[in-house]
């Protein structure tokens, strides 16, 4: 059972989904010849749905105390924020907030939840 394609179904009533957002997936990093990283990146055609957060993730949030601008996303795939581990910066997507807004980057700073097939993460407005 698609539970998110459910509740995504009956939400898009309300709040449409985006459609044909640029997901930058972070690959990691190659070296150059002047011995610095240079991030690699991998680009995405995707769906995403873009709400205002809850008052228990603004919370979580608060916690780690990240600032500035930021929106909970519902997605399929598996978008990541940093993973030092592997090597890997965070992923971003390219979106307007609002339709008449411009498109602008929004940084992955918080992996809320994540399944097989589908995430929940929080993005942070990029200036520059």
């Given at each position: 059972?698609?539970l998110r394609g459910a509740a995504n179904?009956?939400?898009?009533?309300?709040?449409?989904?985006?459609?044909?957002?640029?997901?930058?997936?972070?690959?990691?990093?190659?070296?150059?010849?002047?011995?610095?990283?240079?991030?690699?990146?991998?680009?995405?055609?995707?769906?995403?749905?873009?709400?205002?957060?809850?008052?228990?993730?603004?919370?979580?949030?608060?916690?780690?105390?990240?600032?500035?601008?930021?929106?909970?996303?519902?997605?399929?795939?598996?978008?990541?924020g940093v993973v030092r581990a592997d090597?890997?910066?965070?992923?971003?997507?390219?979106?307007?907030?609002?339709?008449?807004?411009?498109?602008?980057?929004?940084?992955?700073?918080?992996?809320?939840?994540?399944?097989?097939?589908?995430?929940?993460?929080?993005?942070?407005?990029?200036?520059?």
């Open positions: 059972m698609n179904g009956m939400i898009q009533n309300i709040n449409p989904n985006q459609t044909g957002i640029n997901w930058i997936q972070s690959t990691g990093y190659t070296i150059n010849a002047a011995g610095k990283q240079v991030p690699t990146t991998v680009t995405k055609v995707v769906e995403i749905q873009v709400q205002a957060m809850s008052a228990e993730t603004l919370k979580h949030v608060d916690a780690l105390n990240i600032q500035g601008v930021m929106h909970s996303v519902y997605m399929y795939g598996d978008i990541q090597s890997k910066g965070g992923d971003i997507l390219q979106f307007a907030a609002r339709p008449e807004n411009p498109v602008h980057n929004w940084l992955v700073v918080a992996v809320i939840e994540t399944w097989k097939d589908w995430a929940h993460v929080i993005v942070q407005l990029q200036v520059g």
